[in-house]
């Protein structure tokens, strides 16, 4: 492909749709490729064999720009999952629609005069095919919500085609719409192929919107006047029409919106192609009136929201606050890139809310659905290794928001069923153990300590203990046990292989040298720790046989599907790159990259300044446990910065959290307003989670956020001048401040210095286990408030 050719050129003639991602801002690196070069290739011919048929179909106008409209969804579809992410082919990434055995092919003009079901069958049969003829994987939704939880029915992106009429009672200036009719089946089904859209992925909502208007009385001959017009974009001022509203249309049998703002980025919709066609027609042979019947057809992108936000928490962080422009601008642009922003954004303003999902969106990677498949197999000498089950790309995406925000998110990472098992396991081996320390130590003669009823008369106050570190009231850090020990050995087997099979891609792919090409980094288990110690095995110590029921049912049960939590590849793959950022910049050193310079590390792991990243520790799999009733916690850092003098070193110290579930299925919300009618999930759970300041892992922003007290804050121009500093600070910290809802299955990886806390658990009855596992540089030692002394399985308190 020539330098000066346009990359989407190769995708069809009638590609003026707009996109999300503009193709010129991807990364050229792989224009070269030959694969997408045959890509690229295939495509062009299948558009073009498309128009030709559309040309030599087409018989009525109505049909031709039917078609014309499946056409350039169809070239949208394509361009957003090649731009989101280049590594993986249009044959790996599935599509939904409404299925139906039926069929319907209009000849001549039949097919304006048909029914709107007919159309609507037409329309999905025809999308479908489409899709088919570009290689994308067609998903059929089931007809039940029973089967929904199988990842076989999840799709990177679906279409809804729906018919709308102009109301009766509306003119010209309300505009308004209303859907026709439909029955109870055709409702289920798009309800359901709605819930089966990935987190990420979008909904291309198809309307056909019809209007009959009264013209003025002529006084020729004229009985029709045919006219078309075409337009693609993702503003109002071409087609008349703002694309929140047109969502709005979209509603139930009840009269109420569909698409909910919690788990829809409505706000940010965009109308990618639009069609027109508009006759006028005699209305009555006798008297010389004409109708102007109009035609449209808008297609609207709609993205489900990768994560979702707790808005149930923080009461005190108002949704109504609007934010300053000048904050919206993001932390690590550069001041030409700022000032540039700035000038953008001077009349935009986002509620603290709005402002909070962006970020968060920003801060999430959400997953196609071939990467949700599982850990990708490559043989190689009879060899099977694991590599990283998410794109090339998708890593990066995860490292650098990370660096940015202090945090990412990757939904769903740990959803396969093994997966989900596995994490049902611990959780029940953690508050196995949890229920069995709280009676042991309730049970203490002399030094009595209620866990679950903290301030009572005749309790003392709890403190940390081996297993066990107390972190605030109804708020515990558990690591060790019986349940959890036996649990651990069994796992670690699991690990052990896991490990072996692991393969990380090369540091430097224009580098083909064996001495760092390729290179894993060490992995150093934390066998030294008070998680890994021998308990002694005495049956007259207490809890030696609380769980030998339970824990052996979990053992049993566990031991076919279990999985390692531990050594995901894909999670390892983003923690190595995180911890180990190399400048391979040779342009302005004398050709020489830095990391040659790095002769110390002869002396600590025998390689040399080859490049390869330096051992990682990995914890054990642990848990911090909320308790119901237990109120938000102090906000905080898990570690603190090696050195003050630089805003933000590599990060040296990650942590992985995975939500558990404590045996009351919180995975699967009940009926209090968690879930829309579709049943997804809106996030507002009151079990709560954990917030974290984003951009708080830099030392600048922590100072300015906190140093408010001390009136040392900055002055924001944009703010008030009545408002002291320490409001400002305040107000900054608590629009910083990110909710996100994390389910089960769900991964986030943070830098620990990044200021954060737990959620408050506003539950009667449900404990929110977080599982965690701590990730480090070999180096790096974390001194925590355990007490290796005092045990509570070991011997009494």
């Known amino acids: 492909m020539s330098d000066g050719e346009d990359e989407w050129a190769v995708f069809g003639s009638d590609s003026d749709c707009s996109s999300n991602n503009d193709p010129n ?104 095919a489409k899709i088919r003829q570009r290689g994308i994987q067609i998903v059929e939704p089931p007809l039940t919500t ?241 590599i990283p089950s998410i794109a090339k790309e998708k890593i990066e995406n995860a490292v650098k928001s990370i660096q940015k925000h202090g945090f990412v998110i990757l939904p769903c990472l740990f959803s396969s069923h093994d997966d989900i098992h596995t994490i049902r396991a611990w959780s029940e081996a953690i508050m196995d153990d949890f229920h069995s320390a709280c009676a042991i130590l309730k049970s203490s003669e002399g030094h009595k300590v209620d866990i679950l009823n903290p301030g009572e008369d005749d309790t003392f106050e709890p403190r940390s203990y081996r297993e066990m570190a107390m972190r605030e009231d109804l708020r515990v850090d558990l690591r060790d046990g019986p349940s959890i020990r036996k649990l651990r050995s069994y796992a670690n087997r699991i690990d052990v292989k896991s490990l072996a099979e692991l393969s990380f891609e090369c540091l430097d792919d224009s580098r083909s040298s064996d001495d760092y090409c390729g290179t894993k980094p060490n992995i150093i288990d934390s066998k030294g720790d008070a998680a890994t110690s021998t308990l002694t095995r005495n049956s007259e110590k207490p809890g030696e046989n609380l769980d030998s029921t339970s824990n052996e049912r979990i053992i049993q049960e566990s031991k076919a599907d279990l999985k390692s939590l531990r050594f995901n590849s894909s999670i390892l793959e983003i923690v190595r790159k995180l911890l180990n950022p190399r400048d391979d910049d040779t342009n302005s050193k004398g050709g020489i990259p830095m990391y040659r310079g790095n002769f110390g590390r002869y002396n600590f792991d025998g390689r040399g300044p080859n490049g390869t990243p330096q051992s990682l520790r990995v914890g054990q799999v642990s848990s911090v446990i909320s308790l119901p009733r237990a109120g938000d916690q102090a906000i905080h850092a898990d570690t603190p910065h090696l050195f003050e003098l630089y805003d933000c070193l590599p990060c040296h110290y990650a942590n992985l959290f995975i939500l558990g579930d404590d045996g009351t299925n919180i995975s699967a919300p009940d009926q209090l307003g968690m879930l829309d009618e579709d049943g997804n999930f809106r996030g507002d759970n009151p079990v709560g989670g954990t917030a974290f300041v984003h951009g708080s892992h830099k030392l600048t922003v922590t100072a300015r956020l906190t140093g408010g007290h001390e009136g040392e804050a900055p002055n924001y121009h944009s703010l008030s001048t009545a408002e002291s500093n320490r409001q400002r600070a305040k107000d900054e910290m608590h629009m910083r401040i990110i909710r996100p809802s994390l389910v089960m299955g769900d991964a986030l990886i943070f830098d620990t210095r990044v200021l954060h806390f737990g959620l408050a658990n506003q539950s009667e009855t449900k404990c929110r286990p977080m599982l965690y596992v701590n990730l480090t540089h070999s180096w790096f030692n974390d001194p925590k408030n355990w007490d290796d002394e005092q045990s509570i399985f070991e011997k009494k308190i």
């Open 146 to 386: 029973s089967s929904l939880n199988q990842k076989k029915y999840l799709s990177d992106a679906g279409n809804l085609f729906g018919v709308f009429e102009r109301r009766e009672d509306s003119d010209a200036a309300s505009d308004a719409y209303e859907q026709t009719k439909q029955d109870q089946l055709e409702q289920s089904y798009e309800s359901i192929l709605r819930r089966t859209i990935a987190p990420g992925g979008f909904l291309l909502l198809t309307m056909y919107m019809r209007s009959s208007l009264d013209s003025c009385t002529k006084g020729g001959g004229i009985e029709s006047i045919n006219t078309s017009a075409s337009a693609s974009t993702t503003c109002t001022d071409r087609t008349g029409k703002n694309p929140v509203y047109l969502i709005s249309q979209w509603k139930n049998s009840n009269g109420q919106p569909i698409f909910s703002d919690s788990v829809w980025d409505i706000e940010h919709a965009s109308i990618v192609t639009y069609k027109r066609s508009a006759t006028i027609a005699k209305a009555d042979s006798t008297i010389d009136t004409f109708k102007n019947q109009v035609e449209e057809i808008y297609s609207i992108s709609l993205t489900k929201r990768p994560c979702t936000v707790n808005t149930l928490s923080c009461p005190w962080k108002t949704d109504l606050k609007l934010v300053p422009p000048s904050k919206i601008v993001n932390d690590q642009q550069g001041i030409n890139e700022k000032q540039e922003q700035q000038s953008k954004l001077e009349q935009s303003v986002e509620t603290w809310l709005q402002y909070e999902r962006r970020i968060l969106a920003d801060a999430t990677v959400p997953l196609s659905i071939a990467e949700l498949h599982g850990d990708n197999q490559q043989t190689t000498n009879h060899v099977t290794t694991a």
């Open 25 to 128: 801002d991807d990364d050229d690196d792989n224009d070269n490729n030959d694969e997408d070069d045959d890509e690229e290739d295939r495509i062009d011919e299948i558009s073009r064999k498309e128009e030709e048929q559309a040309g030599q179909q087409s018989n009525s106008s109505t049909l031709m720009f039917f078609e014309k409209a499946i056409g350039e969804i169809c070239l949208f579809i394509t361009k957003e999952f090649i731009t989101s992410s280049r590594s993986i082919p249009l044959n790996l990434r599935y599509v939904s629609a409404p299925f139906s055995t039926a069929s319907f092919c209009p000849e001549n003009n039949e097919f304006e005069h048909s029914s709107d079901k007919n159309k609507k069958l037409w329309w999905n049969e025809s999308f479908l």
